[in-house]
């Protein structure tokens, strides 16, 4: 699926290029128009993507090596959970992404947590869910069992 | 009952998010001329939610921006407007406040949402984690910059 999103950005690219090279008349017209029909094919694929996995992450870097703060504290929360097989986009890799993820989500912030296709929230809200519990049943909603639930066994 | 989060995971969450001493609690922080975002800011979120407590935190020196920079902020607002609602819905009405803020020069928003009831219980405003260089270079980071000096 990031072949996808990588192809649909170039897409994206493209249009935009031509939008800015041609004069403001018909045939840049025809452009702006190309240019805003490959962003709702965007919001669409977006759409799909969310869906296709279980656990969804939009963040900067990458689990492996996260280059934001707030990216790097949702996948240490995930990891400590035992969630380490997740969807996970870069957004540092792709601007289009970038800007199109928090337009589809309607929140203005990167990292983006989604759970079976709905969104959860951001870095504040996964660590609360995390303080209070909740994640651990909403990880159970998605079939996963939460790894602290094994540790705490381990330690009774 | 849901199921305890084991004292291990909650050290480290604890680590993720480390209480402030009390000692730091300012009731009032006063508007500084010189920080226009921070002002905004405070004032935007305390016509909308009418808080029985508001911290607004410039957090940018935290991250690779340029010192007196205003993009990275934290907030915590204890408010009876949030009873009743999630996290989620919660938060989405601190961004809605602050659009115009996060369409422009205002790079990260770290948010607290409670209710007076909640803050009394846990009266600790989080830490957030450090930065991992990830503004340094950032196209979109540098153009929220010029937004926030223009």
């Known amino acids: 699926m990031n072949s996808l999103i990588r192809s649909t950005a170039r897409c994206l690219r493209s249009g935009a290029t031509v939008c800015l090279l041609r004069p403001a008349d018909g045939p840049a017209r025809a452009a702006s128009a190309r240019f805003l029909c490959e962003a709702a094919d965007l919001q669409k694929d977006l759409g799909e993507l969310v869906k296709k996995d279980k656990v969804v992450v939009f963040m900067k870097g990458t689990p492996a090596q996260p280059m934001c703060g707030f990216s790097n504290a949702v996948v240490q929360i995930l990891r400590m959970h035992g969630v380490d097989r997740y969807a996970s986009y870069n957004v540092l890799e792709d601007q289009e992404l970038r800007e199109g993820v928090k337009v589809f989500s309607n929140w203005p912030t990167i990292p983006q947590v989604y759970f079976n296709g709905e969104f959860v929230g951001g870095c504040d809200i996964l660590l609360q869910m995390h303080q209070n519990g909740d994640l651990v049943e909403e990880l159970k909603k998605l079939d996963i069992r939460s790894a602290l639930l094994d540790a705490e066994k381990e330690s009774k | ?150």
């Open chain 2, 1 to 150: 009952m849901l199921p305890r989060v084991p004292r291990s995971a909650r050290h480290v969450a604890v680590c993720l998010s480390a209480a402030r001493p009390l000692a730091h609690f300012r009731p009032h922080m006063d508007p500084d001329p010189n920080r226009p975002v921070e002002t905004t800011i405070r004032t935007k979120l305390t016509d909308k939610f009418k808080p029985d407590h508001l911290e607004v935190h410039n957090e940018s020196h935290m991250h690779a921006v340029p010192p007196g920079s205003e993009s990275h902020f934290r907030v915590l607002v204890v408010s009876s407007q949030f009873a009743g609602l999630p996290l989620i819905q919660r938060h989405r009405l601190v961004n809605e406040a602050l659009k115009e803020e996060l369409s422009s020069c205002v790079h990260a928003l770290a948010i607290q949402a409670k209710t007076p009831e909640q803050w009394g219980t846990d009266p600790t405003l989080a830490k957030s984690p450090a930065c991992m260089g990830g503004s340094k270079g950032d196209q979109t980071v540098e153009e929220k910059l010029k937004a926030g000096r223009g």
